[in-house]
């Protein structure tokens, strides 16, 4: 399949799910009590009580109880969160809404919604409104929850052996590089990649009809990135061509063939033979901290050919194999679009006994709802939470991916995803990536947290600010107009550090660009630090000097590809930097626009 024709298939199949008949029936969960909408300054926040069993919230909004609906945040994915507060910035300043909140049993399903409630968000007088932020530096405090540690998206990993070059850099080389400092610098312990039998690993060939198995690119693949310090997550899939029962079916540029395979006792022993060589090669020990997940996104119909029941037989067969191997090895999925098909993968293990020792799924543009209701649903209440894939955007080639909004975005999903998930992987490393053909330009809007050439995005950065917090995390109270939804924070303690990450964020794409109505002057203090300690701030913001290599590859005219001396201005222009800010007994001043972070951090003064 050519590029152009990779990318129309993609784009007139990737919302269209597979079968989401059921025959399991959902929880008629009650709405959310003690709902409330309080009007700002070009916002409206939504709070409201969470509701047992509910995986989220869908919100609704109307100029009248008739015309309640669903309100969009443009993220081309799922509209639910998994909890309160919401702050709606689609509306328009000075026009009378009603909000109402269903619960969400699952993401295709919502309930009734309660009782509307009235708010009007308010028009700017040009002075942006004040946030009073209160961080207890001297409490006991509880361990800070880091979801962004334990994995990262990538680029199919025999690309790690490829030699080709993308905007004059070498693939290969700088996908390693780029793995190697997400696990160096930001700490990251696993990498999930697509495609380990697709056919450029060449794993499974049949001649004379017989199966034949060779595993020595998987071992040059597998080799670099355990050389870094990085596990792999072994996501299982796609069909090699000798096994596909219809191998015209493919998706993306690569050609990767989502067919049912034409035996599944075959298809079984692929996998066996696959993870007993892992164990033989690399020891049981180091294995038994692997994660085998099966295939990739089949609740849609780019992803996989064959039927939900034929699915669910792929995931019996692939988990009895990998179980055959040592019962202790973990195995799970669905791997789904959208958080669908969890329900339907826990209800069908737990009729047939198959094992499910994690659940994973994936989100685009919103926090990952919280899963944890529907493998309690199940029974299935201790399997760890996975999300294997999360972004800003389903959409290749999205400017947002370059954006500020997407660095900010991100800080906001990983602290609402902190205590209730066991990962959260960012998809994807790098921008050497090529489902849909490979970069055509320096800042194309590419999927990944580095560009070609290894230059950090904003979206890198926020995983740095989020990897300089200490190890306790401090409680935080707010007042003031979106403070707490518009206006987050999360606050840390070291031995002799304290640091408070803020930030100014909308889940409503339309407004990435920013908006004049959402800044926020924030007023910080910390009762209880001590008044000799001297405060620093590092901004992630739009413009120059702030982390934003967009601005900065403009102000140096930067056409399709950096020159020789670019490159080296870039490196350079795009680092963070550290200033000091006025700060009287713990007490700081700062203005955010929207999107924009702060790191502030105290210290003891240097002598």
């Known amino acids: 399949m050519q590029q152009s ?30 709902v409330t909408a309080v009007g700002g300054v070009g916002q409206v926040t939504i709070d409201w009580s969470p509701v047992p069993g509910a995986v989220g919230y869908v919100i609704l909004r109307g100029e009248d109880d008739a015309s309640l609906a669903p309100v969009d945040h443009h993220s081309g994915d799922i509209l639910s969160v998994p909890s309160p507060p919401y702050v709606d910035t689609t509306c328009t300043p000075g026009t009378g809404y009603r909000y109402a909140v269903a619960s969400v049993p699952e993401v295709t399903v919502h309930g009734r919604p309660g009782a509307s409630v009235g708010a009007v968000p308010l028009v ?15 409490a006991e405090g509880t361990e800070l929850a880091k979801p962004w540690v334990s994995m990262i998206g990538s680029e199919r990993l025999s690309q790690l052996l490829c030699k080709d070059r993308s905007g004059g850099r070498e693939i290969g080389v700088e996908l390693e590089q ?60 796609f069909m090699p061509r000798d096994l596909a029962s219809d191998p015209s079916k493919t998706v993306f540029e690569y050609g990767a063939i989502i067919s049912p395979p034409k035996s599944w006792e075959r298809w079984g022993a692929l996998v066996e033979r696959l993870v007993s060589h892992l164990v033989e090669r690399y020891g049981l020990d180091e294995v038994l901290g692997w994660d085998f997940e099966v295939w990739n996104e089949a609740n849609l119909e780019v992803f996989w050919s064959g039927t939900k029941a034929e699915w669910m037989q792929l995931y019996d067969v692939t988990a009895a194999a990998v179980k055959s191997v040592d019962a202790r090895l973990a195995v799970g999925g669905p791997s789904s679009a959208a958080a669908g098909w969890v329900d339907d993968l826990l209800a069908h293990a737990a009729s047939v006994g198959s094992p499910v020792d994690f659940v994973t799924t994936h989100t685009y543009g919103s926090p990952p709802l919280d899963v944890q209701a529907s493998l309690d649903r199940h029974g299935f209440g201790d399997a760890r939470i996975m999300w294997t894939e999360w972004g800003v955007t389903p959409t290749h080639f999205n400017p947002i991916n370059d954006s500020v909004f997407s660095a900010v975005f991100l800080l906001r999903g990983m602290k609402s995803a902190a205590g209730r998930v066991d990962a959260l992987a960012y998809w994807v490393a790098s921008d050497h990536f090529e489902e849909l053909g490979r970069p055509p330009r320096f800042l194309h809007g590419g999927f990944g947290l580095q560009t070609v050439g290894g230059l950090p995005k904003p979206r890198f950065h926020a995983m740095s600010l989020l ?43 339309s407004k990435a660009a920013g908006s004049a109505d959402l800044t926020r002057t924030i007023k910080l203090s910390l009762p209880g630090v001590d008044p000799t300690w001297k405060a620093t701030a590092t901004w992630l913001a739009p413009g120059l000097g702030s982390g934003d290599v967009v601005a900065e590859a403009a102000e140096l005219g930067v056409g399709d590809w950096p020159t020789d001396d670019q490159w080296v201005d870039l490196a350079e222009r795009s680092k963070l930097k550290t200033t000091a800010v006025p700060s009287e007994a713990g007490e700081v001043t700062i203005t955010l626009q929207m999107p924009s972070a702060v790191l502030l951090e105290w210290r003891p003064p240097t002598t």
């Open 178 to 237: 780029a793995l190697r400092r997400m696990h160096d610098e930001i700490g990251v312990r696993t990498v999930r990649a697509h495609a380990i039998f697709h056919d450029d690993t060449r794993v499974y060939t049949e001649a004379d009809g017989e199966p034949a198995y060779d595993f020595a690119v998987v071992d040059a693949m597998y080799d670099k990135l355990l050389g870094i310090g990085l596990r792999p997550v072994v996501e299982l899939g």
């Open 467 to 509: 990897s300089r917090l200490g190890p306790v995390e401090l409680p935080v109270s707010w007042d003031g107009d979106g403070g707490g939804s518009l206006i987050e924070a999360w606050a840390s303690r070291d031995r002799d550090r304290v640091s408070v990450l803020l930030w100014n964020l909308t889940l409503d794409q």
């Open 124 to 138: 700017g007088d040009g002075d942006p409104p004040v946030v009073r932020l209160s961080v207890d530096s001297v």
């Open 5 to 34: 024709d990779a990318k129309t298939d993609w784009d007139e199949r990737i919302s269209v799910r597979s079968d989401e008949s059921r025959e399991l029936e959902f929880p008629d969960l009650d709405p959310p009590e003690e």
